[in-house]
């Protein structure tokens, strides 16, 4: 077997026991778990705070009008959902979108560990103040506003791995105030000029 198929077989394998878990109360009304889907070998990951209403129908991450617009962002640097990784910090969706509650993080996030270990991707790029300040503490680096830090190239190490941390919007922020609009295509030039850099592995 190829390094790739036993990727891709680990990954699946990964995926299929979080559409199980039951490890934590966010699963109870819930449709479906959303693991996270894209290239199981990406450079580039995206990871967003939880999934929302339409991500709990379908079990994918970021459809919708947010997922729209990322699709648009990507295809900006000429790449599209299969060339990258997309997920979340927790996989079943808070009731009524509420915040996840640290306990639920701290439970669901060996998930998105064990994603990255995987994968071992050269960019993880953060979406929103939420995903931001949790993936951010991880290492840590502590902000006030993700105005202050989007858009700048953290090198550092996260879960075990050399990773540069490029924090962003939400493409939802977007949808509500369309001047985060520009500042999301720098973002996504900066990303685009990170992918050329070679950093050792
Ligand atoms: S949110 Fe995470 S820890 Fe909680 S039940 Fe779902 S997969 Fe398990």
Redesign the pocket.
């Known amino acids: 077997m190829d390094e790739s198929t036993h990727r891709r077989e680990q990954m699946g394998e990964l995926s299929s026991v979080?559409r199980e878990?039951?490890?934590?109360p966010?699963?109870k009304d819930t449709h479906n778990?959303v693991p996270g889907e894209g290239n199981p070998a990406a450079k580039l990951v995206f990871i967003g705070e939880a999934p929302g209403r339409q991500e709990d129908l379908t079990g994918r991450p970021f459809v919708g009008r947010a997922g729209s617009l990322l699709e648009r962002l990507l295809a900006g640097i000429g790449l599209t959902r299969s060339d990258v990784f997309i997920a979340n910090i927790?996989?079943?969706r808070p009731p009524e979108n509420r915040d996840p509650r640290e306990s639920?993080i701290e439970?669901?996030t060996p998930?998105l560990d064990q994603q990255i270990r995987l994968i071992e991707p050269e960019i993880i790029v953060t979406l929103g103040r939420h995903s931001t300040r949790y993936i951010l503490s991880r290492v840590p680096i502590e902000f006030e506003k993700i105005t202050d830090i989007r858009g700048k190239v953290f090198p550092v190490t996260f879960a075990g791995r050399k990773v540069r941390i490029i924090p962003t919007f939400h493409p939802a922020a977007a949808l509500y105030n369309p001047a985060y609009r520009a500042d999301l295509e720098e973002d996504f030039r900066t990303i685009r000029d990170e992918l050329t850099v070679t950093e050792p592995r």
């Open positions: 979080i878990c039951r490890k934590c966010l699963w778990a927790v996989k079943h639920e439970i669901c998930y």
